[in-house]
């Protein structure tokens, strides 16, 4: 191999180019990173492994094997996990049946289908991070968007079309009201975006464990704090649910994907999203062209509110039906993760939240069938280095000595020169 | 000190910043570095000061050959930097500023304050430079503060002084003081290497001049032996106009008519007080002044990025009073606004060079349609601009930061200039930038006026407002002291900004 690339000076300066560090290759550079760092994690953690390894001297290459081939087990059944079953490939080639089909897109329906709020709750928040504002408070107005539209869904029962599209408003207009509220404030008495979500989250959460106890919203009979469930006409129909009822993959897959095109749309060709741009990179000199900065603050935070808020929505009425008191969880701060691991971008943000949900759906399926149960947490320690790498390109670019991107190398010498 | 640098290359991808540079600075000698931007001054200084590696080349010191790794190294070696943008912490005292990083201690970790503070009394008072220890930083006047970074550097122990364009930031009478104090330095011995491409000031007080362009050094002379358009000659590259050629001006109406003026600065103290003036179409209004007597204060009010405490502001053929009105409505009247700080005010550096140079102008059809911004018509709308101004880019797609000082004036004058225009702001149009760069903002402006737009330049540079100027306002504490025309003496109008009411020169105001 070695020989081949030294002998041919095309091999080789394919190789140089490639040697560039744009966002593919440290990106391929942070997996490649969580992948040893993974690996090594099972060996400490596998007492079989760390046994073996004890007597490594008695029978190296039975170590090395062993080792190898647990680790390459533990990844490849995360992938079979969350993308595609190898077997249920196989069988569904030699014999086209429902129920095989079935089995076959499990894993990436199970994807998918945590992905897509997580897509819309990263999209919400990139709109504030690009902007300069950073918006903490997914949590609350995840909350406050899922609490409107579950009452909207257990209250009124009209034909799908009309529920659904009531509960997306209501969902809009509370998570928008509890981000522009943080946009005024900051607005008006510079009070600072971070703390002021922050506060908002522990109020709306508060807010809704009371009123999950509260006749309004509780479940005739159940004291502990869960919500009527909502009717179905409000519920966003299942895609795959003609093949099998254990399948979840529901119609908020399409908003989210519209959500994308729409961000894409609002960051590059609005006038708004163009104003936020500018204000979040130089306010002042923003206000020098014109642009109300107070007013572009407000709407950044209500916008991004709302879109938490349809987020919260797509949860309820796509996957939860109801809203129990941990409703909302962590996805709020996991959808931080995704808006920094896409970079703020649309389309990145959608691949990002994929990869945080192939790694839960896959991490589960791993830890049931992995014969020592390699523990779920692998799948997230594989998570958090990548974030952790894609966050610092810096340091990947100095690890694998990445040669600076052409354009922007030459943008470099301008300015030091200058 | 003997700073002897031989053979300095140094480049970034295929732009060459330095090559083969070669200069001798000899113990007790000023020695001016002149080049327009981008000609590699500061990446020469870089290297010198171990920021930057050159790619060959050698540095010696009193005839040793020396490598120099960061700038902790440099200072070591007796080398002291004064940066453009000085790096003090403004809430510290000068002391804690001049001792920060290198702090006396008695037993540690105790600051000794009182030996930091008598040694920093004795290199003052050794040097003339009349700095009080307690003061803090943000209290002083900018010429001061500028004495306190190289009071830092000498405390150091430096023998070798680095001034990178030191005057830029200065009033006339401060730059004066420091032209002092630098020779006085120079006199005990001290090395200096002064960076700046004010030709008068080279003249003035350098033994050495070497002329950097493109990386390069052109050549090295002495005053003696040169003079002004020499010197730009050389810089350039090519014979430059340093007297500005404009014709007399054909005053018409009255367009802007300014009454009473009263605007607050953000301390709630009154910076400008009850100004009045006329701008007429086919003029320059010069408003002169040393900074701080309330000319940033009233073009901000006057462009509508500070409220107004009372007086007007009529625009003829404007319904209304434009004191306190929003900056877009301003905008809208027909008022250019070439800000300040371009790079604070002016331009969002990490936005394309395309949408800069259409960010006051995001409503406008032709940029934005049915379906949102028209990107097409914005990228079409750079490439015009960029030929049309000569702004020297790589492309209309890359960040505006990446320009240099001058190249991004450029974007801003053509953005402000691609509206109808009835009233041109500009407050300090050159500052910061070279001879060509100049000479063209100047050409600008004057053509501006001759097509009838009412222009007002505000300005430190004396220089600036006499040949721009065909009416000066002199603007002292917050008032106008006067408004004399442009052949009056620069002693008078020095007289003025110092304070010195002159009503013999001074027209009736209208």
């Known amino acids: ?418 | 000190m003997r700073l002897e640098l031989r053979g300095i290359t140094k480049s970034f991808g295929s732009l060459v910043a330095n090559h083969n540079v070669s200069l001798t600075v000899e113990p007790g000698e000023i020695h001016c570095l002149l080049g327009e931007n981008g000609a590699g001054k500061s990446t020469l200084m870089n290297v010198l000061y171990g920021m930057l590696t050159p790619d060959s080349g050698e540095i010696l010191i009193d005839g040793e050959p020396v490598t120099i790794r960061d700038p902790k190294d440099a200072v070591a070696r007796g080398i002291g930097m004064v940066h453009q943008h000085f790096m003090l912490i403004p809430v510290f005292s000068v002391t804690e500023n001049v001792i920060l990083g290198d702090e006396p201690v008695r037993p540690w970790p105790f600051v000794d304050y009182r030996k930091a503070v008598t040694m920093i009394t004795e290199l003052s008072q050794r040097y003339n430079f009349d700095v009080d220890p307690h003061a803090t930083i943000e209290n002083l006047p900018i010429g001061t503060q500028q004495r306190v970074e190289i009071l830092k550097a000498l405390s150091h122990h430096a023998d070798l002084l680095v001034l990178d364009e030191p005057t830029a930031v200065l009033t006339p009478q401060e730059a004066d003081a420091l032209i002092m104090i630098l020779r006085s330095l120079k006199e005990m011995g001290k090395s200096i290497i002064f960076i700046t491409h004010k030709l008068r000031e080279v003249l003035e007080i350098a033994d050495v001049i070497t002329v950097l362009r493109l990386g390069e050094v052109v050549g090295s002379t002495t005053p003696a032996e040169t003079n002004e358009e020499d010197l730009a000659t050389m810089m350039v590259g090519r014979s430059v106009n340093l007297v500005v050629d404009k014709k007399p001006a054909a005053p018409g109406d009255v367009v802007l008519e300014v009454r009473d003026l009263l605007v607050e600065e953000d301390r709630g103290l009154t910076a400008v007080k009850s100004v009045s003036f006329d701008v007429h179409a086919g003029e320059i209004l010069a408003i002169a002044g040393v900074q701080g007597n309330g000319q940033t204060e009233l073009v901000e009010a006057l462009t509508g990025l500070r409220g107004v405490t009372s007086g007007s502001v009529i625009l003829k053929g404007y319904d209304g009073n434009l004191a306190g009105a929003a900056v877009r409505d301003i905008l809208h009247a027909g008022i250019g606004h070439v800000p300040e700080d371009r790079q604070r005010h002016g331009l969002v550096l990490s936005l394309p060079v395309e949408d800069n140079l259409v960010l006051d102008q995001l409503s406008d059809p032709r940029y934005h349609g049915r379906f949102g911004r028209k990107l097409r018509a914005i990228r079409e709308n750079a490439r015009t601009q960029i030929t049309d101004f000569d702004i020297r880019t790589q492309g209309p797609e890359l960040e505006a930061g990446s320009l240099s000082g001058g190249n991004q004036q450029k974007v801003v004058i053509a953005r402000e200039l691609s509206r109808e225009l009835r009233v041109l702001i500009c407050s300090q149009p050159t500052r910061g930038l070279d001879v060509g760069s100049i000479e063209y903002m100047h050409r600008q402006i004057v053509a501006n006026r001759d097509a009838n737009v009412a222009v007002i330049i505000v300005s430190s540079e004396l220089d600036e407002v006499l040949a721009l100027g065909d009416r000066i306002a002199v603007m002292y504490d917050g008032k106008i002291q006067g408004i004399v025309p442009p052949t009056t003496s620069r002693e008078d109008i020095g007289l003025m900004m110092a304070g010195a009411g002159n009503a013999a020169t001074s027209e009736e105001q209208a």
């Open chain 1, 1 to 418: 191999m070695s020989e081949s690339v030294e002998s041919t000076p095309t091999l080789l300066r394919v190789a140089m180019r490639v040697r560039e560090a744009n966002m593919a290759m440290v990106l391929l550079c942070a997996i490649s990173i969580a992948i040893v760092l993974g690996g090594l994690l099972i060996i400490f953690t596998t007492p079989l492994l760390t046994a073996s390894w004890g007597g490594f001297f008695s029978h190296p290459g039975g170590t090395i094997t062993l080792t190898l081939r647990t680790v390459w087990y533990a990844y490849e059944m995360i992938f079979q996990g969350s993308v595609i079953n190898f077997h249920a490939t196989n069988v569904l080639l030699h014999h086209w049946s429902t129920e095989n089909f079935s089995t076959f897109i499990t894993p990436l329906a199970g994807t998918l289908s945590y992905a897509t709020p997580l897509i819309v709750a990263g999209l919400g928040l990139a709109i504030g991070f690009r902007s300069g504002l950073f918006d903490i408070g997914g949590r609350g107005q995840i909350i406050g968007g899922g609490m409107a539209a579950a009452w909207v869904g257990f209250t009124f029962n009209f034909t799908p079309v009309v529920e659904i599209s009531l509960e997306i408003v209501a969902a809009i207009i509370v998570g928008g009201l509890l981000g522009g509220f943080a946009g005024v404030l900051k607005a008006y008495t510079g009070a600072h975006e971070v703390i002021v979500t922050m506060m908002t989250n522990y109020i709306v959460v508060l807010v809704m464990g009371y009123l999950l106890i509260q006749p309004l919203f509780a479940q005739p009979g159940i004291l502990d704090g869960l919500s009527k469930t909502i009717n179905p006409s409000a519920q966003l129909p299942e895609f795959l649910s003609h093949i099998s009822t254990t399948l979840y993959f529901n119609f908020g897959f399409v908003f989210a994907i519209v959500a994308v095109f729409g961000t894409q749309w609002f960051f590059d060709r609005s006038k708004t999203g163009f104003e936020l741009l500018a204000v979040g990179r130089n306010a002042e000199a923003a206000r020098t062209a014109g642009i109300n900065v107070r007013r572009s603050t407000i709407v950044t935070l209500a916008l991004a509110g709302g879109v938490l808020g349809l987020s919260g929505m797509m949860q309820v009425a796509g996957v939860d039906h109801h809203i129990s008191p941990t409703f909302g969880g962590s996805y709020g701060f996991d959808a931080i993760t995704v808006a920094l691991l896409g970079r703020n971008r649309p389309w990145g943000v959608f691949f990002g939240a994929i990869f945080f949900g192939a790694m839960a759906t896959g991490g589960h399926i791993m830890q049931a069938v992995t014969p020592t149960n390699i523990d779920y947490s692998l799948a997230q320690v594989i998570q958090a280095v990548v974030v952790f790498c894609v966050a610092t390109p810096a340091l990947i670019i100095e690890m694998f000595k990445l040669r600076e991107p052409a354009r922007r190398a030459a943008v470099n010498a301008q300015g030091a020169a200058a």
